[in-house]
Every structure is written in structure tokens, then in C-alpha cells.
């Protein structure tokens, strides 16, 4: 019949639409990498031995709260504020949409470490918007303009964020704008702390993935061979193994939960050794003439 026709139809259709969006999805991975960098004085901001970069915008956020001591920061994360040294100037430098093999002055920044570049983290989707939205004082700029918005942002005290609307066509006006940004933040930190936040959207390839991937087996290759180690026994830089569920299964713990088993067990020892002592003193307690417990104990036996 017709209905029939038509339902099977729009089947096709939305079978077809759903193919093609998970074509799409497997050759476009969007992520969005956060670079923490300090220049001027160094220590505001400290590196940790967690190999794993990923967190979410939760996670981002208490890193910014920590690092003005207004609240905690998650456990985990690749980057750690210092507890006595604070920075003068913190602000947040948002980029979406970009191609790291065009850029080679923000690709060094977002794939490399050293320098001025503490860490990095990154967040699945593109979230640099986001991001920026969530510190309260965002301004908007074009490449052009966001070297200029920057310098009137890093007049507030408190943290601040730039989002920059690249256009397409502007790839070599972008790195060039970022190159000045950088040699401005050098300028300005003088003998403080200033950190920035470099939030980047950036979407890969699948062929883009695969070189990076063959770069890095070819990199670590002989690492590889020595320590004897797989890659099926490790998962997002933890040691495990991926069980049938998909889930990442961990028969070690790490030394956060090992520290934190130590400090609660010796905690609940010490807890339960001092019950038992104020006990035992209780119940030692010498009877005095002196004392209110001898003269109860006196009444009871002339009763």
C-alpha cells in the first residue's frame, strides 16, 4: 500500500542519514586540548606524574577554583596549583576549529611540553566555548583583534578569557597573531607569574590520526621492546586490560587510593587504641577517700 511504501521510505532515509554521520564521526575526532603555560617567574603551577590527560569542564574549573583558593581540584589531573605562590594574572585564551598541521607555533604548544608549557589536558567535543563561557568575564575577538582584547582582559584581577572567531583563509594570520601573543605574555610577566590557558578545538583526521599514531609506535619502539610491555595492557596510560564490557579493569591500585587507604586505616587504629586506653584507665582508676567514686562505692556496700 502506500503507507507502506512511505514508512519504508523514510526508513531507508533515516538508515541512510545514520550511516552517513557515523562515516563522518570516524574520520572527524573533535577534542579540545587545554595548554597551561606560566611565564615570568616560575612555580604558580606544577606538573604532576599522571599520564593521563583527559578530564572534563568540571575538572578544568577546579583547577581554576584551586588556583585561587576557592575550592578543591579534582584528583588526577596532569596539572596542580602551588600551595604558597600564586600568579598576578591568570586568563584564558580560547581558539576553536583549527588544524594543527597549518599552525606550527600553536601545534608546538599543544603537543609538546617544556619551556613555558607546564601541561596540557584534554576534554572530548569541542568545549573552548564553553570553557571561556565559564569564567564569567568573556570577550569575544576576531584574529585581527585578539591581541588587542587580551591586553584589556589581563587588566582584571580576576580570571578572564578571550574566545578569538578564526575565519577560514586566516590560517597564517592566526599563528603569526600567536607568536605575538606569546613574545606579549614574555613582556608583561616581567619578574611575576602570569598563566594562560590556551583552549583549542582541534578536529583530526583519521589519516592525521594514523601518522600521529605511527610516529608515536615508531618513537617509542625500542622502549617498547626493551620493557617487553603491550599495548593491550594499558589503558588511558593506567595498567589494566579492557574486559568484555568495554570498561577498563585495574587489578593495581594507584598510589592516590594507596595513600588514602594508609591515612584512613592508621586514622581508624589509632582511633580504636585510644578508645581502649580511656577504657582501661577507667577502669584502673584507683579508689581514693578523696574521690566521688570511693564515697558511691561506700554506700553500696552498707547497703
Not at 20 to 28: D, E, F, H, N
Not at 228 to 255: A, H, S, T
Request: negative net charge; proline residues 3%; charged residues 20%.
Amino acid at each position: 500500500t502506500d503507507k507502506e511504501r512511505k514508512l519504508r521510505r523514510e526508513m531507508l532515509t533515516m538508515r541512510t542519514t545514520i550511516c552517513m554521520a557515523g562515516l563522518m564521526a570516524s574520520l572527524v575526532n573533535a577534542s579540545t586540548t587545554i595548554a597551561v603555560l606560566e611565564f615570568g617567574r616560575k612555580g604558580s603551577v606544577h606538573r604532576t606524574t599522571s599520564n593521563s590527560r583527559r578530564t572534563s569542564v568540571a575538572g578544568v574549573q577546579s583547577l581554576w577554583r584551586a588556583m585561587s583558593n576557592e575550592g578543591p581540584q579534582h584528583a588526577g589531573m596532569t596539572v596542580v596549583p602551588d600551595l604558597f605562590q600564586k600568579p598576578k594574572h591568570s586568563i584564558v585564551v580560547g581558539i576553536p576549529g583549527v588544524n594543527l598541521d597549518s599552525l606550527p607555533t600553536l601545534s608546538k604548544l599543544i603537543m609538546n611540553e617544556g619551556s613555558n608549557v607546564i601541561g596540557h589536558m584534554n576534554v572530548v567535543g569541542t568545549k573552548s566555548g564553553a570553557l571561556c563561557a565559564k569564567t564569567g568575564n568573556s570577550l569575544s575577538a576576531t584574529t585581527e583583534t585578539m591581541v588587542e582584547r587580551v591586553k584589556s582582559q589581563m587588566l582584571s584581577n580576576k580570571l578572564s578569557s578571550v574566545y578569538i572567531e578564526t575565519e577560514v583563509g586566516e590560517v597564517a594570520l592566526t599563528d603569526a597573531k600567536v607568536k605575538e601573543l606569546i613574545k606579549f605574555f614574555e613582556n608583561y610577566a616581567g619578574e611575576s607569574s602570569v598563566v594562560v590557558y590556551l583552549v583549542v578545538d582541534k578536529e583530526e583526521s583519521l589519516t592525521h590520526r594514523n601518522l600521529m599514531s605511527r610516529r608515536l609506535e615508531d618513537a617509542d619502539g625500542d622502549g617498547d621492546e626493551e620493557d617487553g610491555n603491550d599495548d593491550d595492557g594499558n589503558c588511558e596510560g593506567v595498567v589494566g586490560y579492557i574486559n568484555e564490557n568495554g570498561e577498563c579493569y585495574r587489578p593495581f591500585e594507584n598510589i592516590f587510593e594507596i595513600q588514602y587507604f594508609n591515612v584512613v586505616l592508621g586514622t581508624s587504629l589509632g582511633l580504636v587504641l585510644l578508645v581502649f586506653y580511656a577504657l582501661w584507665l577507667t577502669v584502673n582508676m584507683p579508689l581514693m577517700p578523696d574521690t566521688l567514686l570511693f564515697g558511691e562505692s561506700v554506700k553500696v556496700l552498707g547497703d
